[in-house]
């Protein structure tokens, strides 16, 4: 198979005693290509190096990337198994002493045992994460219902490409992250991006965003705040938090009225399109204004651009997803395209940016409360028998769906779910109304962390694990493209620490499951039973191997056979993925965020990121400078709404919601609405967001609504300022 177009090879200095390892930066969904430097005669990781030859970053990577390496041999890194004697100090990182994995694996099956003897199998939980490879996501859900027994597994995907992947299936039905390769995206004519802070969360995207313009395209942007990205677009739709129904509602209406329609491939590939526009009739620029509080030529200019251009892609992330309604503002952007015809060729299409380096991958292969590998139902009989099957267990045997990941916290809290072992997420930082879930976690009988470092959930446990880093073992992740690629290890497992994986198969073993899983010696035969398993569902991996994704720089699912090159473009033969093979566009009628700012809680609150942290900060807040260029969480607030309230910049106020309140320092800054707060959430403790935050879900998705809440600011008086 020929290399990608744009290899290149470009040579590097290797110092005496150095060797290079190509693999792919651990954070964000864009999966940088790498290289790791190591040096040989410690075997340690010391320092990183850009690789030109992968599509995506050409190079280019951004401030987390660059210090990723520096996780890896950090002094934080947890050694050896942790066990905690005291309950007492739950919820304190104090009260730890070291084991060995044989006493901390024995005392994690005794009382995994001992609690679904008393109460039941489905007493144990799972709570996992997507910054781990396709094998590790794959196993912990095999691990969950075959291991364990139990029906209660859910991940933090759930808290992030959740809604995206509700509406895509719906839509499109089919859930991969984009219609296009990412080297497409520079070659449009016209950029609609809504809700993604791009130029700091997905940084290494830019360079194809400004090719747009340069070329002279468009760039349009649906955003609160002026982001970088914001900044530099042709128009800037600056909407109210939660509103984003109503714009996209106002686009369609718009474009059906200026006759941007193709009729053709309406008639011939999609269906509701007659109530949509029936729908969508009220939608005019001047009632979508008031709603969203842009001005009604902006809207009319975005929906002409949109409309003429010969190419356009409408490209989303989770300021449109994170919402109580995100499943139908994910239906409501991609409608745009549907009735365009803007989509199934390459350079037109619709693309959500991914958000967890395997955000993709981990949500494809069973680690979902409702799901199972190959993007298998379990709510469908036939994918039941089929995967029991597959597994070697009788149908009877396989666990019913579980709840989602915040529906379980309610679980532990009424007792139902009286264990928990968690990896690969920090939910005492990430997850909303904090009080809850702190509770939670203190009302378990028995929880389990795998990290590898103390983290603040961590803290509530009774073991904690530790786990090796992303450049200690193989494997591969889907990156956001929905481009299969191998990851590298590129030293040993530190100290005493050890993949997932490995963890996993010990704990089956001696659950007395191992039957199950004592083929699997190493991430290669994970994947080999993995992309077996896949096969016939709709995220297809039975045409992938390690060898064809070194080959062609990637393989993109789904790709069915051996002898195919696996699919960059979705939909080339208009055949959608439902039963009908037609694409359906969806009459979305308006409804407001669940919370809506009143006279007591005036403004309304979003949350986010900065580019110098990630996630719950486990990972970055260690990195001296990431930390350094951005120490703690800041207040943003417009200058004519500090002025109203009589704050100045670097002053601490109090933030309050109806879930609670937080001290922050304030960042004046004319780059957000007046009417609109926003805070990083990369802290946990009490400087965490999520403390205010409402968990008001998404019928669909059971997201969180993150982005829109109402609040209320408060002065300290006496307080001094710089806190
Ligand atoms: N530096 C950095 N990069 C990351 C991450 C990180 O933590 N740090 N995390 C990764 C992950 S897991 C994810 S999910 C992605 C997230 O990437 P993004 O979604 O781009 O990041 P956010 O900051 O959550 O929110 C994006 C934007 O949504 C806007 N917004 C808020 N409310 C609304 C609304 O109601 N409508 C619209 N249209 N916009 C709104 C915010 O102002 C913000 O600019 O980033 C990935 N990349
Ligand atoms: N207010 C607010 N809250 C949000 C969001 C928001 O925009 N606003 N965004 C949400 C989104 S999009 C996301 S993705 C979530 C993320 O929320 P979390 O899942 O809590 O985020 P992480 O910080 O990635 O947590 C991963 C943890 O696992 C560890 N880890 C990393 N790799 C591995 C591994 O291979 N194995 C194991 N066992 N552990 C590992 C890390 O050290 C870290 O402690 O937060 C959500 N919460
Ligand atoms: S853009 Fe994402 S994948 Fe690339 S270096 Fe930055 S964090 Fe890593
Ligand atoms: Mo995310």
């Known amino acids: 198979m020929p290399k990608d177009k744009f290899f290149k090879e470009i040579p590097n200095v290797v110092h005496p005693n150095e060797k290079l390892v190509s693999t792919h930066c651990s954070y964000c969904g864009m999966q940088c290509g790498m290289k790791l430097r190591v040096d040989t005669t410690q075997n340690k990781i010391i320092g990183v190096e850009p690789r030109y030859d992968f599509p995506v970053n050409l190079g280019k990577m951004c401030p987390k990337g660059v210090t990723a390496y520096q996780q890896v041999n950090h002094p934080d890194r947890i050694e050896r198994p942790l066990i905690r004697d005291d309950a007492s100090l739950k919820g304190t990182p104090d009260?730890?002493?070291?084991?060995?994995?044989?006493?901390?694996?024995?005392?994690?099956?005794?009382?995994?045992?001992?609690?679904?003897?008393?109460?039941?199998?489905?007493?144990?939980?799972?709570?996992?994460?997507?910054?781990?490879?396709?094998?590790?996501?794959?196993?912990?859900?095999?691990?969950?219902?075959?291991?364990?027994?139990?029906?209660?597994?859910?991940?933090?995907?759930?808290?992030?490409?959740?809604?995206?992947?509700?509406?895509?299936?719906?839509?499109?039905?089919?859930?991969?992250?984009?219609?296009?390769?990412?080297?497409?995206?520079?070659?449009?004519?016209?950029?609609?991006?809504?809700?993604?802070?791009?130029?700091?969360?997905?940084?290494?995207s830019m360079f194809r965003i400004w090719e747009v313009q340069n070329r002279g395209g468009y760039l349009i942007v649906a955003d609160p705040r002026e982001t970088p990205l914001a900044r530099r677009a042709d128009i800037h739709l600056d909407l109210r938090p939660g509103t984003d129904l109503a714009l996209a509602n106002g686009m369609v209406h718009l474009l059906i009225k200026n006759g941007h329609i193709d009729e053709a491939f309406i008639r011939n590939h999609t269906n509701g399109f007659e109530d949509t526009a029936e729908l969508v009739k009220e939608f005019t620029p001047e009632y979508v204004s008031e709603i969203t509080g842009i001005d009604a030529d902006k809207i009319?200019?975005?929906?002409?651009?949109?409309?003429?251009?010969?190419?356009?892609?409408?490209?989303?992330?989770r300021g449109v997803e994170q919402q109580s309604k995100g499943t139908d503002n994910v239906s409501g952007y991609t409608n745009m395209a549907l009735i365009t015809g803007k989509i199934g060729r390459p350079k037109s299409g619709v693309a959500t940016f991914t958000g967890?380096?395997?955000?993709?991958?981990?949500?494809?292969?069973?680690?979902?409360?409702?799901?199972?590998?190959?993007?298998?139902?379990?709510?469908?009989?036939?994918?039941?028998?089929?995967?029991?099957?597959?597994?070697?267990?009788?149908?009877?045997?396989?666990?019913?769906k579980g709840v989602s990941?915040?529906?379980?916290?309610?679980?532990?809290?009424?007792?139902?779910?009286?264990?928990?072992?968690?990896?690969?997420?920090?939910?005492?930082?990430?997850?909303?109304?904090?009080?809850?879930?702190?509770?939670?976690?203190?009302?378990?009988?028995?929880?389990?962390?795998?990290?590898?470092?103390?983290?603040?959930?961590?803290?509530?446990a009774d073991v904690v694990l530790p786990v090796s880093t992303w450049a200690e073992d193989d494997g591969t992740t889907t990156n956001l493209e929905g481009r299969v690629i191998r990851h590298r290890q590129a030293q040993d497992w530190y100290a005493?620490?050890?993949?997932?994986?490995?963890?996993?198969?010990e704990i089956a073993k001696r659950m007395g499951r191992g039957q199950y899983f004592e083929h699997l010696k190493n991430p290669a035969d994970i994947f080999d039973e993995l992309r077996r398993m896949s096969k016939g569902g709709t995220a297809d991996y039975s045409g992938i191997t390690y060898e064809k994704i070194d080959e062609q720089n990637g393989v993109f699912w789904p790709c069915t056979d051996e002898?195919?090159?696996?699919?960059?473009?979705?939909?080339?033969?208009?055949?959608?993925?439902?039963?009908?093979?037609?694409?359906?566009?969806?009459?979305?009628?308006?409804?407001?965020?669940?919370?809506?700012?009143?006279?007591?809680?005036?403004?309304?609150?979003?949350?986010?990121?900065?580019?110098?942290?990630?996630?719950?900060g486990n990972q970055t807040r260690r990195i001296p400078f990431l930390k350094a260029m951005y120490p703690d969480p800041l207040l943003e607030v417009h200058p004519e709404t500090a002025k109203q309230y009589g704050i100045e910049h670097d002053e601490v106020v109090l933030l309050k919601t109806r879930r609670g309140e937080v001290r922050y320092k304030v960042k004046i800054i004319a780059a957000i609405r007046p009417d609109t707060v926003f805070v990083p959430y990369h802290w946990g403790k009490e400087e965490s967001v999520n403390l205010l935050t409402n968990p008001a879900l998404d019928p669909y998705s059971r997201m969180p609504e993150f982005k829109a809440c109402a609040a209320q600011i408060i002065k300290l008086e006496g307080v001094l300022h710089n806190g």
């Open 356 to 400: 967890q380096g395997n955000g993709q991958g981990g949500r494809e292969h069973g680690q979902k409360a409702d799901q199972l590998p190959g993007y298998r139902k379990m709510d469908n009989p036939d994918h039941v028998r089929e995967v029991a099957c597959m597994w070697g267990i009788p149908e009877e045997e396989m666990p019913q």
């Open 496 to 505: 005493e620490s050890k993949p997932d994986w490995w963890i996993q198969i």
């Open 95 to 204: 009260g730890f002493r070291e084991a060995s994995w044989d006493e901390a694996l024995d005392l994690i099956v005794k009382r995994f045992k001992e609690l679904q003897d008393k109460y039941g199998k489905d007493t144990l939980s799972v709570y996992s994460g997507v910054s781990m490879t396709n094998e590790k996501c794959y196993l912990t859900g095999k691990f969950a219902r075959v291991a364990l027994q139990t029906r209660y597994i859910d991940y933090n995907g759930r808290f992030c490409m959740s809604s995206a992947a509700a509406g895509f299936n719906r839509s499109l039905g089919i859930d991969r992250g984009s219609t296009v390769p990412w080297t497409d995206i520079n070659q449009t004519d016209c950029l609609f991006i809504a809700g993604s802070n791009a130029a700091e969360c997905h940084p290494t």
């Open 405 to 460: 990941a915040y529906e379980m916290f309610q679980l532990m809290i009424d007792k139902t779910i009286r264990a928990n072992y968690l990896l690969c997420s920090n939910p005492t930082v990430s997850a909303p109304n904090q009080h809850h879930v702190r509770e939670a976690f203190k009302s378990l009988d028995f929880m389990v962390c795998c990290d590898f470092y103390l983290s603040e959930s961590a803290e509530y």
């Open 300 to 317: 009319i200019r975005a929906a002409d651009i949109y409309g003429r251009a010969p190419e356009a892609i409408v490209m989303f992330c």
């Open 563 to 616: 002898n195919t090159q696996g699919t960059p473009h979705l939909f080339l033969d208009k055949k959608f993925y439902t039963k009908d093979q037609r694409a359906l566009i969806c009459a979305l009628p308006y409804r407001p965020p669940a919370e809506e700012p009143d006279a007591e809680y005036p403004l309304r609150l979003t949350t986010g990121r900065v580019v110098f942290h990630y996630l719950s």
